[in-house]
């Protein structure tokens, strides 16, 4: 229908300024060299506009003929480059299927064609890492680094390799740029979170940590957990370094964070118990036992009592277990005092309180300390202790948050710690706790509290990372 008007209109003004002419036919004469043409004005026009119209097409046959052999040369180039992008499609999607033969060829054959390296470094550098050069992948890599383009793409294949034979300094190093570049990457922003946590830089781990949050690569329940770990490892740090107000502090805005978090009730009742605060640190356990019993906010509640006999110790640790008298660590406390307090019945009744699935190592360990001390039959103890060695350390489901807490290695972070029955084992040296159990204590032996090492000086803390 456009079309239809639009050849409407010019047909009426082609009309109109035919009829003008008609109207206003006009004489047009020429003298030159002797020749004398004259004609009328609409008749020139006809001719002249002829005349153009079959030098413009002469032009243009002129210019195709001598162009044609650029113009196949230009047509094979694109035939290439499209051949080019072809085998590029099909060496990427063999890469996504595994096939190392397969990527290294089609990325051989898409460099030929291309001969744009820019285009195939990072075809050659998946193909060359899937068949297991990690050589040659690190030099295409490199290369895709020194491309402004591309050098988040090969700052990414540098850090998988480097995690991938674990060097974590190198990891780190190459997070942070990385992240640099792409502040929204996951990969990156993980890295660097979990590298400088296991580098012991928990300050920094937390400033990662609220930019990941806020960015949704960790989610907010996630991140409220590691924010709780990584709190008290700046209690920790601040107590090592004999900031008892800066610890008290740190540990208070990480049992907020996550209530019922253990390492964290434990350490903040430590801290009060240590500033002559000790009603308060009986208070804070007390309300933490009924959903998180523990053996160190046992220990933590009998040391902010402080000192007394056996007997009074039993009676104190009887009430705190009393505020969850069904739940395994309770009876296991209250187990625990009876042996030191040689109250062999009550320590009888609370162990054999438990079902076979509760039966862990401690409680295997706590039967045969029973029976020695009670009855002096050595031989159902070691019964008790063969059991022990191969019982599960903490028991399984709910009651995993039973079970004591300690870092991974002596510079891991602890990171996904929580108390929750969501937060399992993990392995060795992974930024976690790890649940261990431990041996049943007995009277006059000391309490060991492990402190965290002396890091450098911290830089300044940013607003919005410390209120997070």
């Known amino acids: 229908m456009q079309r239809s008007i639009l050849y409407l209109i010019r047909l009426v003004i082609l009309v109109a300024v035919a009829v003008w002419l008609v109207r206003n036919p006009g004489d047009i004469r020429i003298d030159w060299l002797g020749w004398r043409l004259e004609t009328s004005f609409a008749l020139f026009l ?117 995690i991938a034979r674990g060097d974590e300094a190198r990891a780190l190093e190459l997070a942070e740029e990385a992240h640099a570049l792409r502040p929204d990457a996951p990969l990156a922003a993980t890295t660097r979170l979990y590298g400088r946590a296991r580098a012991g830089r928990w300050f920094d781990a937390q400033v990662a940590l609220y930019d990941a949050v806020k960015r949704r690569i960790v989610p907010e329940s996630d991140g409220r957990r590691h924010r709780s770990a990584l709190l008290v490892e700046r209690a920790r740090e601040a107590l090592a370094a004999d900031k008892v107000d800066e610890a008290l502090a740190h540990a208070a805005k990480a049992r907020e964070s996550v209530p019922g978090f253990v390492p964290a009730v434990a350490l903040e009742a430590e801290l009060l118990a240590r500033t002559g605060k000790g009603r308060r640190a009986q208070r804070l356990i007390e309300e933490t036992w009924p959903s998180s019993p523990h053996p160190a906010l046992a220990a933590a509640y009998d040391a902010a009592i402080g000192d007394g006999g056996p007997i009074e110790r039993f009676k104190r640790l009887h009430t705190l277990a009393d505020r969850a008298p069904d739940h395994p660590e309770s009876r296991l406390t209250v187990a625990a005092a009876g042996l030191d307090a040689e109250l062999w019945g009550e320590a009888r009744v609370q162990l054999e309180a438990l079902d076979e699935a509760q039966l862990t190592a401690r409680a295997c360990r706590l039967r045969a300390r029973l029976e020695e001390a009670e009855h002096g039959d050595a031989r159902a103890a070691r019964q008790w202790l063969e059991r022990a060695a191969s019982a599960p350390p903490t028991r399984p489901g709910p009651a995993r948050a039973a079970a004591p807490w300690r870092r991974t290695g002596p510079r891991s972070a602890a990171i996904a710690a929580s108390s929750t029955p969501s937060a399992g084992r993990r392995r060795r040296g992974s930024a976690c706790w790890r649940r261990t159990s431990l041996p049943p204590r007995r009277r006059g032996s000391s309490r060991c509290r492990r402190r965290a090492r002396p890091t450098p000086r911290r830089r300044a803390a940013s607003t919005a990372a410390n209120r997070w």
Request: hydrophobic share 50%; no cysteine.
């Open 46 to 162: 006809v001719v002249a506009g002829l005349l153009i119209w079959l030098a413009s097409v002469g032009v243009r046959m002129l210019s195709g003929a001598v162009g044609a052999p650029w113009a196949v040369m230009r047509r094979r180039a694109d035939q290439r480059r499209e051949a080019g992008f072809r085998a590029l499609t099909k060496g990427l999607a063999a890469v996504a299927a595994g096939d190392a033969e397969e990527a290294r060829r089609q990325a051989r054959e898409a460099d030929r064609l291309l001969r744009d390296p820019s285009l195939t470094r990072l075809l050659s550098a998946q193909a060359a890492a899937l068949h297991g050069d990690t050589a040659a992948a690190a030099k295409y890599f490199a290369a895709l680094r020194d491309n402004d383009d591309t050098a988040f793409l090969g700052l990414a294949g540098l850090l998988r390799q480097a």
